[in-house]
Nanobody, 126 residues
Framework: QVQLVESGGGLVQAGGSLRISCAAS?????MAWFRQAPGKAREFVAA????????SYADSVKGRFTISRDNAENTVFLQMNSLKPADTAVYYC??????????????????????WGQGTQVTVSS
């Protein structure tokens, strides 16, 4: 069982930037970020393949957010720029276990992920 621990959330003004991180306790396959705003369903934000060669983004964050990973450190990052109040949410890290078939890229469905972190709060003030 791989444990995922997010960090780096906080309060930022609209237009600002924030980078959140997710450290995995072991190797993983593709990884992703999802978010859940109050009263709303959890939604896909971004995903990255296990080698980091492929990325996918939700339309709402495309051009503003960048996902990356450091496999030597088993860590995935989400750099968030030009933040908006609508980006306020709890951000969750997710990962697929090593060995799962990775030919169905991109993975934007929560059901595609085996491991989940506890979440980190990101609040964007207007």
């Amino acid at each position: 069982q791989v444990q995922l621990v997010e960090s780096g959330g906080g309060l930022v003004q609209a237009g600002g930037s924030l980078r959140i991180s997710c450290a995995a306790s072991g190797r993983t396959g593709s990884m992703a970020w999802f978010r859940q705003a109050p009263g709303k369903a959890r939604e896909f934000v971004a995903a990255i393949s296990w080698r980091g060669s492929r990325t996918s983004y939700a339309d709402s964050v495309k051009g503003r957010f960048t996902i990356s990973r450091d496999n030597a450190e088993n860590t995935v990052f989400l750099q968030m720029n030009s933040l908006k109040p609508a980006d306020t949410a709890v951000y969750y890290c997710a990962a697929r276990r090593v060995g799962r078939y990775e030919g169905g890229w991109p993975y934007s469905d929560q059901a595609e992920y085996d491991y989940w972190g506890q979440g980190t709060q990101v609040t964007v003030s207007s």
